[in-house]
């Protein structure tokens, strides 16, 4: 039972903030984890384009997005000024690179990718991901190679591109095993590592899920193989810690052995894994669609 942890940093709190918490508690624990930066600035504010998507604002409401996020963050963009991330203290990432984390690119702008990827170019989508590779090479001396997109949205567009840089594995989507994409009728070749358990701010709040019986839903949920769960800095690494780290605990208790996505993408590629489509779905308690692996929707 392999289990890795996937951590999106998607605003300049989470990152000044939640990424050294949960790199102090990695640390304590032994556990490498996959953690995906967004680079560039922090326009947070902007989700509030998302205000008339089914379930958004219950979701809000449910994860107490402002004390979560910070009132600060929910203005940036709009009416404070967007805050590059990583360039406010280059000395976080490069401590995740140095104690031997799987870094990866989440964005160069986490909020114009998850809003608008599908009406991107390729050559828009490959300018973006080229200003977070070129500050992830100039900080941490070597360059990307995976990626996982902010909020599990794929196009023709950033598949293709994904597969021209020849990374090792990219995480855009949600699902139960790794596979190849397949999407829009076309075959790529870059391994999709998908997340295969539900996030916090997915369950958490709903009937009979509260700080106390998460660790215990998440680790029931570790039926798989490989096993991935998506973290956020901005709560699993703040007001939220505890909570992970009970189930980090539970999930060792229980047999699970860490790993990262790279050494999951590594061996499965040996093992020759399979092609299987990507298509757009919903999942309970996330608002919008997102990239989901065909063969895990129930029939």
């Known amino acids: ?58 979701k809000m409401m ?28 280059p000395g976080i990432f490069k401590r995740a690179v140095d104690e031997g984390h799987d870094c990866g690119v989440h964005a160069w702008d986490h909020v114009l990718v998850q809003d608008k990827l599908g009406r991107m170019s390729k050559d828009e989508f490959r300018s973006l991901f080229d200003r977070a590779a070129e500050l992830f090479i100039k900080i941490a001396g070597i360059a990307p190679l995976s990626y996982a997109a902010p909020g599990w949205q794929v196009s023709s567009a950033s598949l293709a591109v994904i597969d021209e840089l020849g990374l090792a594995y990219a995480s855009d989507t949600r699902g139960r095993c790794p596979f190849l994409p397949v999407y829009g009728g076309t075959n790529f070749s870059t391994p999709q590592i998908p997340t295969t358990l539900p996030t916090m701010d997915e369950v958490l709040g709903l009937p009979g899920v509260s700080d106390e019986t998460l660790p215990n839903l998440w680790a029931e949920g570790l039926s798989n193989e490989w096993n991935v769960l998506t973290v956020h800095a901005e709560m699993e690494g703040l007001s939220k ?14 047999g699970a052995k860490f790993v990262t996505l790279r050494e999951i993408a590594d061996k499965a590629d040996k093992k020759s894994i399979a092609p299987d489509g990507i298509i757009p779905g919903t999942l309970p308690g996330r608002s919008g669609t997102l990239a989901l692996q065909m063969s895990s929707i129930p029939r």
């Open 1 to 58: 039972m392999n289990l890795a942890i996937k951590v999106d940093a998607d605003t300049l709190k989470g990152y000044l903030e939640g990424v050294p918490n949960l790199l102090r508690l990695f640390s304590s624990r032994k556990i490498k984890a996959s953690i995906f930066f967004s680079f560039g600035p922090d326009n947070s504010g902007k989700a509030i384009r998302r205000v008339f998507r089914r379930g958004f604002i219950a």
């Open 62 to 89: 449910r994860t107490k997005a402002p004390s979560t996020y910070g009132f600060k963050t929910l203005l940036y963009g709009t009416l404070l000024p967007a805050p590059l991330i990583v360039p406010s203290e």
């Open 241 to 254: 810690i505890g909570v992970f780290e009970k189930f980090l605990v539970l999930a060792e208790s229980r």
